[in-house]
């Protein structure tokens, strides 16, 4: 079992940074792919960033492509989402999730990961 409890979400002005946090207890997390996806009103959930198991690699939706940086760091059992440049587009709930598969290059569907947090909410005005 992994418990995920994500963080730092809030109302921002285009052009500002925030940075989520993905907290994690439970089974060995910094094992384990962890995604960040997002969900708009009225849309449907859509991956953003994944970082693999071991950590050397990460992955980015188009859309955030240079803007958003995952990171992890084992000693907290924590992953990162650095997201710079925001836009309203970027307004959404903000879930990570974790894939506890073998996989070494991490899923961009979400019905391949286990484990889910509650979401933070991220509000970019204009």
């Known amino acids: 079992q992994v418990q995920l409890v994500e963080s730092g979400g809030g109302l921002v002005q285009a052009g500002d940074s925030l940075r989520l946090s993905c907290a994690a207890s439970?089974?060995?997390?910094?094992?384990?792919?962890t995604g960040w996806f997002r969900q708009a009103p009225g849309k449907e959930r859509e991956f953003a960033a994944a970082i693999s198991r071991t950590g050397g690699n990460t992955y980015y939706a188009d859309s955030v492509k240079g803007r958003f940086s995952i990171s992890r760091d084992r000693s907290k059992n924590t992953v990162y989402l650095q997201m710079n440049s925001l836009k309203p587009e970027d307004t959404a709930a903000y879930y990570c999730?974790?894939?506890?598969?073998?996989?070494?290059?991490?899923?961009?569907?979400?019905?391949?990961?286990?484990?889910w947090g509650q979401g933070t909410q991220v509000t970019v005005s204009s």
């Open positions: 439970g089974r060995a997390f910094s094992n384990y792919a």
């Open positions: 999730a974790v894939d506890t598969s073998t996989r070494l290059i991490p899923s961009r569907l979400s019905r391949s990961y286990d484990y």
